[in-house]
């Protein structure tokens, strides 16, 4: 995948919850936590995360998942691995 921008990395994590939460996407932002969508329970968790790989083409393994508490760490952890595809 191409390098994305901040704005373009948010966008994309932002349609991954629009397709799992049915939520508006502007309404997500770097501070949104599980609390703020009430489908974001363990079971929503695993449809988010599916997908957010399928969004980017990444494969996240128990402790990607376990660490995406709220949509700063997912884009932390999406900027991450998208720099591991990258540099490979």
Same mark, same amino acid.
């Given at each position: 995948?191409?390098?994305? &921008? @901040?704005d373009?990395?948010?966008g994309?994590?932002? &349609?991954?919850f629009?397709?799992?939460?049915?939520v508006?996407?502007? !309404?997500? !932002?770097? +501070?949104t936590?599980?609390?703020?969508?009430?489908?974001?329970?363990?079971?929503?968790?695993?449809?988010l @995360?599916s997908s957010?790989?399928?969004?980017?083409?990444?494969t996240?393994?128990?402790?990607?998942?376990m660490?995406?508490? +709220?949509?700063?760490?997912?884009?932390?952890i999406?900027?991450?691995?998208l720099?591991?595809?990258q &540099?490979?």
């Open positions: 995948m191409e390098n994305l &921008s @901040a373009q990395l948010l994309k994590i932002r &349609s991954a629009k397709s799992s939460f049915e508006d996407p502007q !309404t997500v !932002t770097l +501070n936590v599980p609390g703020d969508i009430s489908a974001w329970d363990s079971m929503g968790h695993v449809t @995360a957010l790989e399928q969004v980017f083409g990444l996240f393994d128990v402790d990607d998942l660490a995406m508490e +709220n949509v700063k760490e997912i884009y932390r999406v900027q991450a691995k720099g591991q595809v &540099s490979a």
